[in-house]
T-cell receptor, first 113, second 114 residues
Framework: SAVISQKPSRDICQRGTSLTIQCQVD?????MFWYRQQPGQSLTLIAT?????????ESGFVIDKFPISRPNLTFSTLTVSNMSPEDSSIYLC??????????FGPGTRLTVT | QKEVEQNSGPLSVPEGAIASLNCTYS??????FFWYRQYSGKSPELIMS????GDKEDGRFTAQLNKASQYVSLLIRDSQPSDSATYLC??????????????FGTGTKLQVIP
């Protein structure tokens, strides 16, 4: 398995601002993912972030709104830009340990007012 | 048709009973199957993985896979109130996403009644 930490654990932000969420893993992993989970809903994949390449975004998510960095094999950031109340959600970092097992960070609870 | 389907529940079982959670998937060439447990307000926790047909047991949990029927289940024996959570089924290694994608179901909420 892997130990994953996220910062911040929660935040309340104003409309129109941006928030950067950090994800740190205790071991080197190739594949990292960012998910969003709204209350009572299942997981929605935002993008896949592999080190050394551009992030791959899922349908409905764009780089201008959710820029991602992956500078090394243990770290990634997700920025939620120009936030609106609709962005209020839990954002989860996930890593894949071979072959397909995925582990999740504790999440960042974002509220946009 | 959803790629991974689960009954949303809630599934209510008395303490000490067997809880049976079911999941069907649409991608016939899927290779890997997982069950996650998610407590309210927490992130998903991987509890079982299964890759071949049959049963896999780990403590009170048994995962069952039937690739011919495209069906995977999770049995929880001697259910405890602490098992009350949402259980997510996840399927990976299929054709969707170039064999890399893991698709999550919407989850089944389990309530264990003391």
């Amino acid at each position: 398995s892997a130990v994953i930490s996220q910062k911040p654990s929660r935040d309340i932000c104003q409309r129109g601002t941006s928030l950067t969420i950090q994800c740190q893993v205790d071991s080197q992993v190739t594949m990292m993912f960012w998910y969003r989970q709204q209350p009572g809903q299942s997981l929605t994949l935002i993008a896949t972030a592999n080190q050394g390449s551009e992030a791959t975004y899922e349908s409905g998510f764009v780089i201008d709104k959710f820029p991602i960095s992956r500078p090394n094999l243990t770290f990634s950031t997700l920025t939620v830009s120009n936030m609106s109340p609709e962005d209020s959600s839990i954002y989860l970092c996930s890593v894949r340990i071979a072959p397909y097992e995925q582990y999740f960070g504790p999440g960042t609870r974002l509220t946009v007012t | 048709q959803k790629e991974v389907e689960q009954n949303s529940g809630p599934l209510s079982v008395p303490e000490g009973a067997i809880a049976s959670l079911n999941c069907t998937y649409s991608d016939r060439v899927s290779q890997s199957f997982f069950w996650y447990r998610q407590y309210s307000g927490k992130s998903p926790e991987l509890i079982m993985s299964i890759y071949s047909n049959g049963d896999k047991e780990d403590g009170r949990f048994t995962a069952q896979l039937n690739k011919a029927s495209q069906y995977v289940s999770l049995l929880i024996r001697d259910s405890q109130p602490s098992d009350s959570a949402t259980y997510l089924c996840a399927v990976g290694g299929g054709l969707s996403g170039g064999y890399q994608k893991v698709t999550f179901g919407t989850g089944t909420k389990l309530q264990v009644i003391p």
